[in-house]
């Protein structure tokens, strides 16, 4: 842990903030809870003048939805999934726009589906669009677009989106605010006795475990989710935080560094916005098999992928796509941007690099996939 958690937040500039559907809908009275949302605007007004920049992550259409329709059970059906986030997003947006503009805040509606960002040009066009937002001081409020967004192209939960959104405004922070105090050795619902923990510099399996998937009534990630973005933070050299968002001015005691909630430390150092991306921006559309020599390369000795150590193919793909490439344990090692498609691939694999052209007729590139267009996942 090179620097204290004050020193990590010290130099927060800009901060995302994950606010789960329990703390936004009253799941007794059925209704978005104003009163929430009025405190969350006063603590963004004060961020923002201490110069900290703000973009909300909110869940809660599908649950404000659900309570506009009187329904008894949360369905199960996509469809009706996403009729109900088509209702609740406007209900939600509007007591947005109605809260903050009492704080003389003005929120901005961005909805995404992982689809959107997986083409890079899309996802430069989304950095930008927040940029601007920030140019003129308005909070972008970012949900999931639920309506469009079918299996392939979810996040799935919103602790997932917030990571994205992270990377993608370019933020110091994620907080992921929640309806307990963070992360707990044990599942506090079924034991009274599992206490908090306030510090996390290294995810092990144990923490992993502990982290169970037991969720609110209306909320979809439980806590499972929250250590996978976690992991996903500390990977990608940025810290975050699980707070309760029921305490007041939680949001000011975290930049505060106060000790509050479970505190992530970074356990990388900050990668660049492009393999940013590549790990966890882009969903890959197949995967190359190597063998032990094209994995030490890539691993150990930061080689460029070559025909000669691929071992197979898995997946239709062309060439410029992004692939993840496996190892012999089976495990993800690295992500890029593939030369070839997996057709071509299939041709030239195990080849020497001057036998490509012999065999396709052209040669596009020495290598599959280009050490600047690759990611190491050999953390995961
Ligand atoms: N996008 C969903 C909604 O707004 C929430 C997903 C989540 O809470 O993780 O209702």
């Known amino acids: 842990m090179a620097l204290e958690r004050k020193q990590h937040l010290s130099k927060v500039k800009r901060v995302v903030i994950k606010i789960g559907s329990s703390l936004l809908t009253n799941t007794s009275k059925r209704t978005i809870r104003t009163g929430f949302l009025s405190h969350l605007a006063f603590q963004i007004k004060a961020l923002q003048q201490k ?10 259409a599908i649950a404000a939805g659900f309570y506009q329709l009187k329904l008894k059970e949360k369905p199960k059906e996509i469809a009706q999934l996403q009729a109900l986030a088509a209702i609740g997003q406007s209900n939600l947006m509007h007591s947005y726009v109605q809260t903050f503009k009492k704080k003389n805040l003005n929120v901005a509606q961005l909805l995404l589906t992982w689809d959107d960002l997986s083409q890079r040009s899309r996802y430069s066009n989304a950095h930008n669009t927040l940029n601007e937002l920030f140019r003129y001081n308005i909070v972008p ?15 799935g939960d919103n602790d997932t989106l917030g990571v994205l959104v992270t990377h993608l405004s370019e933020s110091d922070l994620l907080i992921i605010l929640t309806d307990t105090d963070g992360l707990y050795d044990q599942d506090p619902h079924l034991n009274p006795k599992a206490r908090l923990i306030y510090e996390v510099d290294s995810l092990n399996s144990d923490i992993e475990k502990n982290a169970t ?118 495990q993800e090692i690295a992500k890029g941007v593939a030369n070839y498609s997996s057709s071509d691939l299939d041709l030239i694999k195990g080849l020497k690099t001057e036998q490509i052209s012999q065999k396709l007729g052209r040669k596009s590139a020495d290598e599959v996939i280009h050490r600047d267009n690759m990611v190491k996942m050999d953390y995961f």
């Open 51 to 60: 110069n900290i920049q703000c973009v909300v992550v909110t869940s809660g």
């Open 141 to 155: 409020v970012v949900n999931e677009n639920d309506t469009v967004a079918v299996e392939e192209i979810k996040f």
């Open 213 to 330: 998937s037991s969720k609110s009534l209306v909320g979809t990630g439980g806590m499972q989710s929250k250590v996978k973005s976690a992991k996903r933070m500390m990977q990608s050299g940025i810290p975050m935080v699980i707070a309760n968002g029921k305490l007041k001015n939680v949001l000011t005691r975290i930049l505060n560094a106060e000790t509050v909630g479970t505190f992530f430390y970074p356990t990388h150092l900050k990668m660049n916005s492009r393999k940013r991306w590549l790990a966890w921006g882009v969903k890959s559309n197949g995967e190359i098999r190597v063998d032990e020599g094209a994995q030490k390369a890539i691993c150990d000795k930061g080689k460029s992928l070559l025909p000669g150590g691929i071992r197979s193919v898995e997946g239709n793909w062309s060439a410029g796509d992004v692939v993840k490439i496996i190892g012999v344990e089976n």
